[in-house]
């Protein structure tokens, strides 16, 4: 049983001609971080919508731990599923920690319960509760905001996510400052989640698996090392920045080619790279002279190893092809 489950879901809005979305099938697991990827219209905000029922499909069932979401309450659905939007969506005249509490105190819980949980989130979204629990929206920045906004959607421990351009509306550093964030706090909380972006650097810097969507369509459902190394169609290709291997490696994370260590040691050695980096960063350090490099993750953990087979390895399938292709065509 999947986590969640789109089965031939349509919808169109009435008045149109064209169906939003049209005959989408996908399959989610649980604890995976799954982003929608597309560009504007194609339907990415609807398909997010009709989990949590804000949007009802024409056609077909979605499927939430194997339950048609029609069968839920809707109640009942919603409390299983946070979201999150793009301008954060805090109620102004409420403070930081109202806002929190809207869905505990919904849940009745009693004050110290629900003012305890205030803190963790605070803390876990990196904002100082003693600084920022009785502020208010408008005397926050936007990326304050959305930690915020985030915190909410966690405070009573849905299972699900539903996240729509969260970091939409904020500057590149904090963007990618949030986008690490996210990824800690996934690793913590494991939640299965839905992240709607048009930004592919962020959708393959976050995402477990990616669905570009196209005209209400998906055009390609697989891991982001497969869209970049494997696109399925030229729409993709054009997306992801064409054949341009230089772009390609600027995409795809180090851990994606490495090789893992069995029992990840503490002191790493002095040739190292961060797991964050892409393949750009760890190109240029052996173009600098260092053959092997270890892969060290935030706690300071050597996790892996890498040189420039492993790199070399991702694409020398496709030029054994292209070799293929010359013979024929001699
Ligand atoms: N309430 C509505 N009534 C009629 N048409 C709608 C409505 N909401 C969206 N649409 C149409 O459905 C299509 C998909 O819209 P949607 O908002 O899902 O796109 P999106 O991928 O989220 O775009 P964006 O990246 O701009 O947010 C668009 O053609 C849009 O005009
Ligand atoms: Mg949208």
Known sequence: MSA???????KSYPGTSEP????????????????????????????????????EQSEGHILIDGKDTMAVPVNELRR?????????????????EQN???????????????????????????LDPKVYRKRYPREMSGGQQQRVGLARALAADPPFMLMDEPFGAIDAITRTKL?????????????TILFVTHDVEEAIRLADKII??????????????????????????????????????SL??????????????????????????????????????????????EEGYATGIVSLPHIQKLWSPIAAKEEVKQGAID
């Not at 986008?179 to 939640?191: P, R």
């Not at 994606?256 to 980096?277: E, F, W």
Request: hydrophobic residues 40%; proline residues 4%; glycine residues 6%.
């Open 100 to 126: 929190i509490a809207v869905v505990p105190d919904m849940l009745g819980w009693d004050k110290e319960r629900t003012s305890a949980r205030i803190d963790k989130l605070l803390e876990l979204v990196h």
């Open 252 to 297: 795809i994370n180090v851990t994606a080619v490495m090789d893992k260590l069995s029992a990840p040691y503490r002191k790493p050695p002095n040739a190292s790279v961060s797991d964050k980096s892409d393949l750009k960063t760890v190109l240029t350090m052996m173009l600098r002279g260092e053959e092997t490099l270890h892969v060290v993750n």
């Open 212 to 249: 570009i969507l196209r005209d209400g369509e998906i055009v390609q459902y697989d891991t982001p090392l497969e869209i970049i190394l494997h696109p399925k169609a030229d729409f993709v290709r054009q997306l992801i920045g064409g054949d341009d291997i230089f772009r390609q490696i």
């Open 179 to 191: 986008q690490d964030e996210l990824t800690s706090i996934q690793k913590q909380l494991h939640k």
């Open 20 to 55: 939003a979305i049209r005959n989408v099938s996908f399959k989610v697991e649980s604890g995976e971080f799954i982003v929608l990827l597309g560009s504007s219209g194609c339907g990415k905000t609807t398909l997010l919508k009709m989990v949590n029922r804000l949007y």
């Open 80 to 96: 299983t599923i946070g979201y999150v939007i793009q301008q954060s969506g805090l109620f102004p005249h409420m403070s930081v």
């Open 4 to 10: 969640i489950e789109f089965r031939n879901v349509s």
